[in-house]
């Protein structure tokens, strides 16, 4: 059975990457059978019933690389169900986790019909090595949840099959 559900990310650490690959996983033990591509190289989603898109927020937006995909395929998007997730806070404060949704929110703001189901945010990553100074001088850190990364990714796949 060919995959029906696009999971389509921007990385550039790799840690948005590893997320998308968990979400994949779910959707193909379920028995939803999903492609995923990095976002740029996604260039057609015929055939395609539904959508993930992962991201991460980069100076208060989605990333650039997951706003080229909404754009370039925005009118799809208004007919296609959609499910978004973004890694955001790289500290666990709860003012952190409000400016991170407000932050993703304005981005998809943006480009008002997409048909988004489900909205997620994880927690961020940061590998100070990967990063350009001075955010190379942050200490490491790795706020994913993968529980509740694995509970989404059910609830998307149940969020993408709603008529």
């Not at 993930?52 to 909404?70: K, N, P, W």
């Amino acid at each position: 059975m060919p995959p029906s559900i696009l999971v389509a990310y921007a990385s550039r650490g790799g840690s948005t990457r590893e997320v998308a690959e968990t979400v994949k996983r779910i959707f193909d033990a379920d028995g939803e059978p999903a492609a995923m591509r990095p976002a740029l190289e996604a260039k057609d989603l015929s055939g395609f019933t539904g959508v993930v898109l992962g991201g991460s927020i980069y100076r208060a937006a989605l990333q650039q690389e997951a706003m080229l995909f909404l754009k370039r395929h925005h009118e799809t998007l208004q007919r296609v169900p959609l499910a978004i997730f973004a890694l955001g806070p790289i500290r666990d404060d709860p003012d952190e986790w409000v400016r991170s949704r407000r932050q993703l929110d304005a981005s998809l703001a943006e480009l008002p019909g997409l048909r988004t189901r489900t909205i997620a945010i994880f927690g961020g990553v940061i590998v100070p090595h990967r990063l350009p100074h001075p955010m190379n001088q942050l200490p490491p850190s790795d706020h994913r949840d993968w529980s509740a990364i694995k509970a989404w990714a059910r609830e998307a796949r149940a969020a993408l099959a709603r008529p």
